[in-house]
């Protein structure tokens, strides 16, 4: 609580900060410009009370629209900065949903082109913005079409956030305003396609202002060094004949190789490059009142120094129905002259429409690979739309940019484990980009079997991730390189190329050149990573943890042995039994399981704590996760993973995931762990910084809830499974739920506060999280069932009893399998009978077959 002395102080600022608005508003250098602030002002009022009461459509901001493909946005305040992915991490980055815009090329931490400062209000300016200048007799009105930063409300305003596009549409004002965002395929520039058009009975002058601002490419020392940044940043200005204007933008020390343009489609009226000149009176109005916006022309400003940014103004003079169209670009290429024929081609409005259909068709194409029909929509939305698309952007991104892991310095990269399940939820449907990334993870994994914890994809330079920090913990995580296994996997039986265990990749060794460190065949880089788990047991013959398992928060002394760990490890093995039975290798497949069976012994002869697995044992053996601790008594990854790798009997697999029923689930998804520590404990180290049921402490940690589900249709629960999927199905949030979930209703975050904490159903860190690939899997692999071996693609649903039917179209090798799945006697699992074209085989696995279409009849019972 503030005291009465605060609250004086507090008053004072704030008629201090009303008077100097004052002094500044009265600056301007127009009375027009005043007029115009006064109107804006009465107006936003009118207009604010408005969307307060519109509050009462039930807490939605908007809808699913599946023809489009699109979630559709009609409420640009959100409760928190919603947003969306455009182009790919070759080139591309965030967009909001209020027009801010976050671009790198390659690398957001090494090779940034936007300034975006997340943790600002959403009001700010972030990066980007557009400006719509109305000129009338004797007043201006400065719009934007994303409401940032000017605070414009629109009488009509909706932003669709599309695959891999953001639309938005704004009315008012005489104005018809459409603006669409994306970066072309395979491209190294970021469209903004910009429409116009007059809706008023009478001519109208408008002038559109888009403008960026740029990062120096080192997006950390952006913000961590205030001199040499901006001593460097230069603005040229190329004006061509022809009167378009291409800003040509660089840090010094790339002046020869890596060049930021900014041109469009329009000549330029007018431009700027430097922000202290487009803002005016030394930048004190601000983004929301640019100074040059109330004078006629920008200030063709360029930059020597300082603080970059991109604008240039397009005039049109619309009559009554007329639109006005320009389309900008913002790229990077080695020069100007190298940038030309991509200029030259996306100044024709034309190559800009081929462009986003292009886009459309990819998506349409990717897509097609798996499609479902079930009784539930929002099931249907996300898995036929949303969550695909969030696979491919966690494939894209890792957990290297979003709205909550910035990308700035040496924090992150390509996370080893992450990356290795991200690509599980897109090998079916891009196989073979899915590979390159997995050859990328395989030449970070070290001689000696384990991985670096992650990697910077623009130097290819790996680190240990989080265990650099602490000096008297293992340097290395347990779980990295297992991953990596299931990936390969996963990825010949989806494909059946075999001969890709025969590639040769090198292994990491930091001392070594590329061409001089070791090499090893797929095949060997996956058999040391199972020989390192192997190796490194410890008195109970579990795997040790390592710095980390996956719960990277948990970080016991060395010496600590990870039960989850082992049961990745046993997962990991059936993974290569199946390789090795699949290339004919007894030998080594009899080893592995030899390995499986002991691991499977250990688990079982140690770590049941009677109604559930314990979760770790710390470096003096006591076990943690157990019915003896005072925190963190049980933990979910303990349960679901004895199931997921078949080490439980029957008899623990089902007592173990009653107690996470009973003692972890919530309406709101299951959570990681309870009871949530309540303070700082060393020796536990992470988990203990957050308050109980916040992240690993107890929260809902969603990417553990789909490995609760699959381990359910394991066991024949379908209606549990489905229950569970429910839970956290985003789109299902988008009613009702909404405002206290605050995420984006269209993609998974990766956790929600869990019921120890009071505020309960809180979700944060949308978009990046392995929940993403995980809910794909466990929803079509193992709730539909549909899933890709080496013999075929096997059909074995696990539903909910009250599903009579469903259907799945699924391209697998050079096939489409239409299968419709019939359940007449309400059961959860089981086949009964299948026929592919008309004809019955035997047991439930559809043969590779050549040929285009085929026709999949299935009976459960
Ligand atoms: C974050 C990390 C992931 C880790 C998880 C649990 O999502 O990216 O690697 O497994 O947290 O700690």
């Known amino acids: 609580m503030a005291t009465k002395k605060q609250s004086k102080v507090a008053k004072k600022q704030l008629k201090s900060a009303k008077k100097q608005t004052k002094a500044v508003t009265k600056k301007q250098p127009k009375a027009a410009a005043k007029k115009q602030t006064k109107a804006a002002a009465k107006k936003k009022q009118v207009k604010v009370a408005k969307t307060e009461t519109s509050q009462t459509f039930g807490g ?121 965002v994306f970066v072309p395929s395979k491209s190294s520039t970021l469209i903004q396609d910009i429409s116009i058009e007059n809706v008023s009975r009478k001519n109208m002058e408008i002038d559109v202002v888009p403008v960026y601002e740029f990062s120096h490419f080192d997006a950390l020392k952006q913000l961590t060094n205030a001199d040499w940044v901006p001593q460097t940043m230069t603005v040229e200005a190329h004006k061509e004949k022809s009167g378009h204007v291409i800003l040509e933008q660089y840090a010094f020390m790339k002046k020869q190789y890596a060049v930021n343009y900014f041109t469009a489609s329009l000549p330029a009226d007018s431009f700027d490059g430097d922000r202290r000149e487009f803002l005016g009176f030394n930048e004190i109005t601000g983004w929301a009142a640019p100074a040059t916006l109330y004078r006629g022309k920008l200030s063709n400003s360029t930059a020597l120094r300082g603080d970059n940014i991109a604008a240039q103004m397009f005039k049109f003079k619309l009559a009554p129905k007329k639109v006005g169209r320009v389309a900008t670009q913002l790229g990077q290429e080695k020069s100007i002259e190298e940038a030309m024929p991509a200029i030259k081609k996306y100044r024709d409005l034309k190559n800009v429409d081929k462009a986003f259909a292009d886009l459309a068709d990819f998506w349409k194409n990717y897509l097609t690979a798996l499609q479902v029909k079930t009784p539930d929509s929002s099931f249907n939305s996300m898995i036929n739309v949303h969550n695909p698309r969030q696979c ?47 050859e990328n993870l395989l030449s970070v994994q070290l001689e000696g079997g384990n991985a670096m914890h992650q990697y910077f994809p623009s130097t290819m330079e790996a680190n240990e991730g989080d265990s650099r920090e602490k000096e008297d913990r293992p340097k290395y995580y347990g779980d990295d390189h297992l991953w990596i296994v299931l990936t390969v996997a996963s990825y010949l039986k989806e494909t059946g190329n075999m001969e890709f265990l025969k ?60 039960l989850f760990n082992a049961s990745l490890f046993a997962k990991a093995l059936l993974e290569m039994i199946d390789i090795c039975e699949a290339i004919e290798d007894r030998e080594l497949a009899e080893q592995y399981k030899n390995w499986y069976e002991e691991i499977k012994a250990q688990v079982n002869k140690t770590a049941w704590d009677g109604e559930w697995y314990v979760r770790w044992f710390d470096e003096k053996g006591e076990p943690l996760g157990s019915s003896k601790n005072k925190y963190n008594k049980i933990d979910s990854l303990g349960q679901s993973w004895p199931v997921i790798s078949g080490i439980a009997p029957a008899e623990y697999a089902k007592t173990a995931l009653d107690s996470v029923n009973k003692l972890l689930n919530t309406e709101n998804g299951i959570k990681l762990s309870w009871p949530g520590y309540n303070g700082f404990d060393p020796h536990v180290g992470g988990v203990s910084t957050y308050p109980p049921g916040a992240k690993e402490n107890g929260g809902i940690f969603l990417h553990a809830n789909p490995w609760v589900m699959i381990a359910e249709t394991i066991i024949g629960n379908g209606d549990r499974a489905f229950q569970y999927y429910n839970q956290i199905n985003p789109a299902a949030k988008n009613n009702g739920k909404i405002n206290e979930f605050e995420s984006e209703p269209y993609c998974y975050p990766q956790n929600i506060l869990g019921s120890e904490h009071k505020q309960f159903g809180l979700a944060r860190n949308a978009w990046l999280s392995g929940t993403s690939s995980w809910t794909y899997q466990a929803a079509t692999q193992y709730i539909l069932g549909i899933k890709a071996t080496f013999k075929g693609l096997s059909v074995n649903p696990c539903i909910p009893k009250v599903w009579k039917e469903f259907s799945v179209s699924r391209k697998f090798r050079d096939a489409v399998y239409e299968i419709s799945v019939k359940n007449p006697n309400g059961v959860s699992k089981g086949v009964k009978s299948v026929t592919i074209n008309g004809q019955a085989i035997e047991g439930n696995v559809l043969p590779i077959l050549p040929g285009k279409k085929h026709i999949v009849e299935v009976v459960m019972g």
């Not at 965030?94 to 082109?113: E, S, W």
């Not at 996370?415 to 980009?433: A, I, K, N, T």
């Not at 047991?537 to 996956?550: C, E, N, V």
Request: hydrophobic share 35%; net charge positive; with cysteine.
């Open 503 to 562: 590639k040769e990749i090198p292994f990491y060794n930091k001392k070594k050149e590329l061409e001089a460190r070791e090499k090893g065949t797929v095949l060997e880089h996956l058999k040391r990573s199972l020989a390192f788990s192997w190796n490194d047991r410890g008195t109970h013959g579990i795997p040790h943890l390592g710095f980390a398992d996956w719960n990277d928060t948990v970080n016991l002394p060395t010496g600590a042995e990870s």
């Open 60 to 180: 939605q901001y908007g809808y699913f629209d599946d023809v489009n493909k699109e979630y559709v946005l009609r409420n640009p305040a959100t409760p928190i900065k919603w947003c969306n992915y455009v182009g790919t991490l070759a080139y591309g980055g965030i967009v909001d949903t209020t027009g801010g815009t976050v671009l790198c090329k390659g690398d957001p931490a090494l090779n940034r082109i936007t300034k975006y400062i997340s943790q600002m209000p959403c009001s700010d300016f972030k990066g980007s913005t557009t400006y719509i200048r109305i000129k009338e007799k004797d007043s201006i009105k400065i719009l934007s079409p994303f409401v940032v930063p000017t605070c414009t409300m629109w009488d009509k305003w909706e932003c669709r956030i599309g695959l891999s596009y953001t639309k938005w549409v704004a009315e008012g004002f005489g104005l018809k305003v459409t603006v669409v």
């Open 392 to 438: 491919h952007t966690t494939k894209n991104w890792s957990r290297y940019l979003s709205l909550y892991q910035l990308g700035f310095g040496s924090d992150r990269g390509i996370g080893y484990r992450d990356s290795s399940q991200d690509l599980l939820g897109v090998m079916s449907h891009m196989p073979e980009e899915a590979r390159v990334l997995a």
